[in-house]
């Protein structure tokens, strides 16, 4: 029962989520849709015009940004569609080796132009207009169905493509600032409550069993920090050629501090999980007490719940709640608790590295880990200033094309240029459009996404064995 009560409050909270108009999307999308058809209709396109109401259904994006661009692409799709049907069209009808030739341009040519999602739209587009050059009879050289079905196709997608931006320009233009608000303030809960949970069974019978559930559970928490990413790269987007895209612009520096300080926080999480599960392995399995005495691990725990308690602190003031002043106050105190535990737990864990190199060593990891937790957290409050300005549209190209010209020119003018340097720069060329295509969620925090858990896959531990490897036992 309790699960099926849960289920039904977080389908609830994603639809009515805290300022969020419920229905406006659906609203808007139904409205250009309709408005689409009647126009296509009183124009006479074709007989049933439902080109362009559903043009217009699959340009409404989430962002002003996403339309335009999804619009954009859509448009170029059909009229390169229409285009390589027309020149087929030319000499023949529609026949198996046609059709073949049809869809084999129509992809190349797709893919040239980078359209993306809507690289299938040219192909079809061919085949339709291709189908409707053919009369019932057979093919006839000029037949008016070509023609009409041709501009039909291309009016119509430009009239869905026009209707679909000029709805979500006219009415309330997207922003997703809170959307992004609460996905950072669920990251901190979940980073709070993982604390808590690993520091309660610090306190009881710690196990291998339990240093495994952990580390696989720090590693879990990477879901959040890209749910976290991708609402913060929607409201990055949201911003851009939008005329209430201040108040974004206005967000993003609070927003995108916070989550690169929580991301840097569940990176140092996973690496005090890795340093406590190398700690315990190490040691023989009757003998836990020898990898940390109860004494250090209750101040370790102290330490994690130190550090969830800087969390509730950091959670008003990174979601810009109203208290968020007074959370600045609170958050310092919290800041020295937290140094306070660890040097306490920095004072349980000194050993001599000429009597234990091993304990020396992975004790150092694991306090390197809560140093790194503790900057990290400090990072995610840091007063940020003025308004983030997002990169021109066209900034990525325009340096592409840069670095082309003056490869180039540089070979014009007797430079000596080198063929792979030439074709690096038709690379870089490439992929900057390609990024510049890319969903704004795959920007952002994620590029700073190298966790040394990761980077030391290979690393060799103090037992001799590699990170995922069954240990040998030793008794130290």
Not at 328 to 333: C, I, M, Q
Not at 370 to 391: H, K, N, T
């Amino acid at each position: 029962m309790g699960s099926a009560s849960d289920a039904v409050r977080k389908a609830w909270s994603a639809c009515f989520r805290r300022g969020r108009t419920p229905g406006l999307r659906t609203a808007k999308t139904t409205l250009a849709a309709v408005l689409a058809f009647q126009i296509a209709d009183m124009l006479h396109t074709s007989a049933q015009p439902i080109l362009a109401p559903l043009t217009a259904l699959l340009v409404v994006q989430l962002t002003l940004y996403s339309t335009l661009t999804s619009g954009l692409d859509r448009v170029a799709a059909v009229v390169t569609g229409v285009l390589v049907a027309v020149g087929v069209a030319g000499t023949t009808g529609l026949t198996w080796w046609s059709l073949g030739a049809v869809v084999g341009i129509s992809l190349v040519i797709g893919r040239l132009l980078r359209l993306g999602s809507n690289l299938l739209e040219v192909p079809i587009s061919a085949m339709l207009v291709l189908a409707a050059a053919s009369t019932s009879i057979g093919y006839t050289p000029g037949s008016p169905n070509l023609a009409t079905t041709a501009t039909g196709r291309v009016v119509e997608t430009l009239i869905g493509a026009a209707v679909g931006i000029l709805v979500n320009v006219v009415i309330a233009p997207p922003l997703y600032i809170q959307p992004a608000d609460d996905a950072v303030g669920e990251l901190i809960d979940k980073l709070s409550g993982f604390s808590r949970e690993m520091a309660a069974a610090l306190r009881g019978d710690w196990s291998r069993e339990e240093a495994d559930r952990f580390l696989q559970g720090a590693r879990g928490l990477g879901v959040e920090v890209a749910r976290a990413d991708l609402h913060l790269g929607r409201t990055e987007e949201s911003a851009r050629l939008n005329p209430r895209g201040k108040v974004a612009r206005a967000a993003q520096p609070r927003l995108r501090t916070a989550l690169t300080g929580l991301e840097h926080c569940y990176v140092s999480l996973r690496n005090l999980c890795r340093a406590v599960l190398d700690r315990t392995y190490y040691v023989a399995e009757d003998d836990l007490d020898g990898a940390y005495r109860p004494e250090a691990r209750r101040a370790l725990a102290d330490v994690l719940d130190a550090f969830a308690d800087a969390m509730a602190t950091v959670d008003p003031i990174a979601t810009d709640e109203p208290h968020a002043p007074r959370s600045r106050v609170l958050v310092e105190a919290q800041f020295e608790e937290l140094r306070e535990r660890r040097d306490r737990l920095s004072s349980l864990l000194l050993v001599d590295p000429a009597v234990d190199a091993a304990a020396w060593e992975q004790h150092g990891a694991l306090l390197a880990a809560v140093d790194r937790l503790r900057v990290e957290v400090e990072a995610a409050v840091r007063p940020v200033e003025g308004q983030w300005r997002p990169e021109p549209v066209t900034a990525r190209h325009l340096a592409a094309v840069r670095r082309v010209l003056d490869t180039l020119g540089r070979r014009d003018r007797g430079e000596e240029v080198s063929v792979q340097e030439v074709r690096a720069a038709e690379v870089q060329a490439v992929r900057a459009i390609d990024e510049q295509q890319r969903p704004a969620h795959a920007d952002g925090a994620s590029a700073d996404r190298v966790s040394a858990d990761d980077a030391n896959a290979d690393r060799v531990s103090a037992d001799g064995t590699r990170p995922e490897e069954p240990r040998r036992e030793e008794t130290v």
